[in-house]
């Protein structure tokens, strides 16, 4: 029972373009998102994160988007940029604890 | 030097074989994870440690053992490993609860193959 999704495996976007990677929830308790980044043979690393309470996180390129009531968040990226090609999770918390439960994951590429 | 670090990077064993993977830390934090990643199901929590006397189980504990052996250690350990173990195993360590911002920190994983 996968609580959080990444319906899209994949994703080829052109550079400068926006790239936008969705992800959706089951879990009506989760109140805390996050998404992270994973280049081959490294660890993920931490990107961009928003709580429940907000609908919108920027940070430089990088905005996610909340969507509450369709349990749906979203990553943009603008503009697009080669070195942004890796896998991108999502992961979300609740009940106050510090589990965090992870999507399956988007490859994102950024071609020239 | 890497703040995270995880040994042995790739570790090939044969079933029935106990497997111990570790993860070292220079970061100071408290807090200790260790995660699988399996194609298909992104990275499931295994066990998790906010301080040396403190050990919780995470999603998917059942074959696995940890070990906080200092702030800085935390050992997973495969007691008797089967082929559905194999899976690339990550350590993680934080500085506090994530919504403090505080961020878990990740180390390069350890690939397992059990035969």
């Known amino acids: 029972d996968q609580q959080v999704k990444q319906n899209s495996p994949s994703l080829s976007v052109q550079e400068g373009r926006i790239s936008i990677l969705n992800c959706d929830y089951t879990?009506?308790?989760?109140?805390?998102f996050l998404w992270y980044k994973k280049y081959p043979a490294e660890g993920p690393t931490f990107l961009i994160s928003i709580s429940s309470i907000k609908d919108k996180n920027e940070d430089g390129r990088f905005t996610v988007f909340l969507n509450k009531s369709a349990k749906h968040l979203s990553l943009h990226i603008v503009p697009s940029q080669p070195g942004d090609s890796a896998v991108y999770f999502c992961?979300?918390?609740?009940?106050?604890?510090?589990?965090?439960?992870f999507g399956t994951g988007t490859r994102l590429q950024v071609f020239p | 030097d890497a703040d995270v670090t995880q040994t042995p990077r790739n570790r090939i064993t044969k079933t029935g074989k106990r497997i111990m993977l570790e993860c070292s830390q220079t970061?100071?934090?408290?807090?200790m994870y260790w995660y699988r990643q399996d194609p298909g199901l992104g990275l499931r929590l295994i066990y998790y440690s906010f301080d040396v006397k403190d050990i919780n189980k995470g999603e998917i504990s059942d074959g696995y053992s940890v070990s906080r052996q200092a702030q800085a250690k935390f050992s997973l350990s495969l007691e008797s490993a089967i082929p559905n173990q194999t899976a690339l195993y990550f350590c993680a360590t934080s500085d506090g609860p994530i919504r403090g911002s505080n961020e878990q920190f990740f180390g390069p994983g350890t690939r397992l193959t059990v035969l």
């Open positions: 992961a979300a918390s609740g009940d106050n604890t510090d589990k965090l439960i």
């Open positions: 970061k100071g934090h408290d807090r």
């Open positions: 879990n009506s308790m989760f109140d805390y």
